[in-house]
């Protein structure tokens, strides 16, 4: 679909430069050309042939062309039935600031990244669950808007395996610009490998007082499967093995978990998240280490 775009913009533009040299070169040639006398009705048969072939004929062929090339484009961007190999679906959900992404046939939920097969279309269905974002992956072309209340579907597909990024592209509050998703398309057999391995990922649950901390303060807004069930905010069962934190302010590196935990509101101010300061310091230490191991 991005190269279908590009294309149409690259004929456009290829188009448009043609008129924009042939109407300066006949302007060009209207101020050297030395004045030569008309009768009215010479006058007349010249002005009329410049406005009905230059104003009329020439301008409504551009736009039919352009429309031929174009409409064509627009339909393979639809979510049409396909024959053949049917899509992945696949749901993102918008919120301030982070991603939820659901896997529908296999019940996977995951946050903040968003991985796919590559060379198979993908249907995503995207909605929201606060105000209006905007779902952009520039490199796989399309973008569609993220609207409570709403399934807007957008099919899209990478060709190659490969690393995008995705950024929120509807102004949707202060921390609009740190709402970025990271995309990956992995080959057919290593995307089944990732969705299989979350399937039913059995995760040991944090013990002692640190657990508890983790049920009563964390588990109530954040998920971790078979652990706590919160739906609030992001999905964290598989969180050692995301690239980034906090919906890419933060690259996953060792310690950067706990990093996050502490100084989320200076990283990311207006997060959801409460502030820890009240929190055992060693407690926060342990959540940050368990929350690192998981990892499917
Ligand atoms: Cu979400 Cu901008």
Redesign the pocket.
């Known amino acids: 679909m991005a190269r279908d775009v590009a294309l149409l913009w690259w004929a456009m533009c290829g188009f448009f430069g043609l008129v924009l040299v042939a109407v300066s070169a006949l302007w060009i040639y209207a101020l050297h050309r030395r004045p030569r006398d008309f009768d009215a009705e010479q006058a007349r048969r010249i002005q009329r042939r410049w406005l009905i072939g230059g104003g009329i004929v020439l301008p409504s062929l551009s736009i039919v062309l352009l429309l031929l090339f174009g409409i064509p484009v627009g339909q393979r961007m639809l979510p049409l039935p396909l024959i053949g190999e049917q899509p992945l679906r696949i749901e993102v959900i918008?919120h301030?600031?982070w991603w939820e992404v659901r896997y529908p046939d296999s019940g996977v939920v995951t946050a903040n990244q968003l991985h796919l097969p590559a060379g198979r279309p993908v249907d995503l269905s995207v909605s929201s669950a606060d105000?209006?974002?905007?779902f952009w992956v520039p490199r796989l072309g399309g973008k569609i808007d993220?609207i409570p209340g709403r399934h807007n579907t957008i099919r899209l597909q990478a060709d190659e395996p490969g690393i995008f990024r995705g950024q929120?592209?509807?102004?949707?509050?202060t921390q609009?610009?740190n709402?970025i998703l990271d995309v990956q398309a992995h080959a057919e057999e290593d995307f089944g490998a990732w969705l299989d391995a979350r399937r039913e990922p059995r995760i040991e649950a944090l013990s002692g007082a640190a657990g508890e901390t983790f049920a009563s303060y964390c588990g109530s807004c954040h998920r971790v499967a078979g652990v706590s069930a919160g739906t609030r905010a992001p999905d964290l069962s598989d969180l050692g093995s995301r690239r980034n934190l906090g919906s890419g302010v933060l690259a996953n590196a060792p310690g950067a978990t706990l990093t996050w935990l502490r100084e989320h509101q200076r990283l990311k101010p207006g997060s959801g998240m409460p502030l820890t300061d009240d929190v055992d310091a060693e407690q926060l230490q342990a959540i940050a280490a368990w929350l690192e191991t998981l990892e499917p």
């Open positions: 918008g301030q600031w105000v209006i974002h905007s993220m929120c592209s509807e102004f949707c509050g609009h610009s709402m």
